[in-house]
């Protein structure tokens, strides 16, 4: 808000009220929109008659109606600076979590039963463990650096960067991700939801998987079949989950992984962090300043 306050020829109105028909009747006369978690849906976006930029308070987009934001070519950016370091750090704080079975350990302690040691949770190191990193843009890129200082293996999956990018950055680049996954001890998603990627993770593919084997996803709810993997949990087949993110948010109360001991949950809070969210409120109003300034970053623009 600051940084619109040095822009007076910017007229700024507050919607608390995201439901569509709201939004349909305020986006009539805006030049730019900001938002977060709301929906832009394709009937929301033709209401707009002079809608020329939407800014996403984050990196994904699958909250837009993409074809016709291009079909009336309105720009999409993104707060592509932002986030990377705190995701980053948010998977590694679920890897060791799930690693060492935190919460499994707190309800040994809790219930007084952790006399006999050997019927302790069992534990893994991440060590020399091999790790997939499935998308290697900036978040994949600031993971790399601190599972490499945890002394793990790190391969990367992304059709989009090339070799010698990830292998300056110390990870070896991987061609097939259904293959790379038989081997890995780790797996961390940073990949958009779309059709090619929806259910991605399904229980065929858990099934080839190492019996030590931990998923995280911090990027779309969807991308992992739930039902799957929970499945795959309750049969030993992988070792354990973390989850940031649902098909549907909030996940609903009949969803089996929700008292699953063997995922870690968080509520779609991986940027939460004090700084990220200053960062992110930032970066979001100054896309829409520099779009209209005719001086936004190409790489913040998402290409439709």
């Not at 040691?117 to 790399?144: D, V």
């Amino acid at each position: 808000m600051d940084l619109l306050k040095n822009h007076p020829d910017y007229d700024v109105e507050i919607t608390n009220d995201v439901s569509e028909s709201s939004i349909k009747s305020k986006i009539v006369d805006c030049d730019g929109v900001s938002i977060r978690t709301a929906i832009l849906s394709g009937q929301i976006i033709d209401e707009a008659k002079r809608l020329k930029i939407i800014s996403r308070h984050g990196v994904g987009y699958d909250n837009i109606d993409l074809s016709k934001a291009k079909a009336k070519d309105i720009r999409i950016a993104i707060t592509a600076n932002a986030n990377a370091v705190t995701v980053a750090e948010h998977v590694m704080f679920m890897l060791l979590n799930i690693s060492k079975r935190k919460g499994m350990y707190d309800k040994t302690v809790k219930s007084g039963k952790f006399s006999d040691r050997n019927k302790l949770p069992k534990t893994i190191e991440l060590c020399n463990k091999n790790i997939l990193i499935a998308g290697f843009g900036r978040i994949g890129q600031a993971l790399i650096k601190r599972c490499l200082g945890f002394e793990m293996n790190v391969y990367a999956f992304d059709p989009f960067v090339n070799k010698e990018k990830i292998e300056t950055l110390g990870g070896k680049k991987v061609e097939d991700l259904k293959v790379a996954v038989k081997t890995m001890d780790a797996i961390s998603l940073h990949i958009p939801l779309n059709e090619n990627t929806k259910n991605l993770i399904d229980y065929e593919l858990l099934k080839t998987m190492k019996k030590n084997c931990i998923i995280i996803n911090a990027a779309r709810g969807g991308i992992v079949n739930e039902i799957d993997l929970n499945r795959a949990l309750d049969e030993n087949l992988i070792f354990g989950a973390g989850l940031d993110v649902f098909e549907i948010e909030p996940p609903e109360d009949n969803n089996p992984l929700l008292k699953n001991d063997k995922v870690f949950l968080s509520p779609h809070a991986a940027s939460y962090t004090e700084e990220c969210m200053i960062r992110m409120g930032k970066e979001t109003i100054q896309n829409i300043i520099d779009f209209f300034d005719k001086k936004l970053d190409k790489s913040k623009i998402v290409k439709l």
